[in-house]
């Protein structure tokens, strides 16, 4: 072999050990993401004002998956033969929680976990009891936004306390709402009660025929942190090169 033959056939071994390196580099980063993701953390973004002032349209969200434990629902598959959960634990009163609609359980849902098992729940002209107490309410400063008829206008805030000390804004926008007066809802065992803090615009438990009592094995995870958010009103997430005007940064990184 000449040395111009030994050396093209250097070359060509060179890149070829290349590419393989580099397809392997692929599947290695492939394997940690899908990992990170089933495992982990998933992401979440918002799609609707449920839950404002917490979460607005636009924001991105990490759901950490590991929070409550494994169901058929954690994984990007439905595996329906898994039943129950696996290294389940019990969400906490307060916990912004992203669930499996039960009558839609190919639909992701966010809300934020207000009933525990054996609860009693009841709103009683706008203020939320459990158990028979009503929760701590102070109204603080109005919020702009929608009203239920889609006009810009002050909607009220208070800043709601659940009996462990967990707090959280909530918007009322009438003291006349649908279900500004309900029913008490004794929360069944394995189950929960979830509700969007957006409490006039908000699909949630309280509607028996829609979502319901949530079942443990629903649970996809806990909201964590807003790790992006862009005004999608203003523009798509998509059109970065308008993102110096509509990325909202005081809420990236922000915890939940």
């Known amino acids: 072999m000449s040395v111009a033959e030994r050396r093209a056939d250097t070359e ?29 953390f998933h992401p979440f973004n918002i799609p609707s004002e449920s839950m404002l002032p917490t979460l607005k349209v636009g924001d991105y969200l990490f759901v950490s998956k590991f929070s409550y434990g494994y169901s058929r629902y954690s994984f990007p598959v439905d595996f329906s033969f898994i039943h129950g959960r696996v290294f389940g634990s019990e969400p906490k009163r307060g916990d912004v929680v992203v669930f499996r609609e039960p009558s839609h359980p190919d639909t992701d849902f966010i809300k934020r976990c207000i009933g525990l098992p054996g609860d009693k729940i009841q709103m009683r002209n706008s203020v939320l009891y459990i158990n028979g107490e009503p929760v701590k309410r102070e109204q603080e400063a109005d919020f702009d936004g929608r009203n239920q008829y889609g006009q810009q206008g002050k909607i009220r805030r208070y800043r709601e306390t659940l009996p462990n000390g967990v707090s959280y804004d909530t918007l009322d926008m009438t003291d ?39 079942p443990a094995e629903n649970l996809v995870g806990r909201a964590e942190r807003i790790f992006f958010s862009v005004d999608s009103e203003k523009a798509p997430a998509w059109q970065f090169w308008r993102w110096p005007w509509t990325l909202r940064l005081g809420r990236i990184f922000t915890k939940l």
């Open 12 to 40: 060509a071994k060179k890149n070829s050990g290349g590419i393989g390196e580099t397809i392997k580099v692929i599947v290695q980063a492939l394997v940690i993401a899908l990992v990170f993701r089933t495992f982990l």
């Open 176 to 214: 006349h709402g649908e279900m500004d007066n309900t029913l008490v809802y004794e929360v069944p065992p394995d189950h929960y009660f979830m509700m969007g803090d957006n409490r006039d615009n908000s699909e949630d438990s309280r509607y028996l025929d829609v979502v319901g009592y949530v």
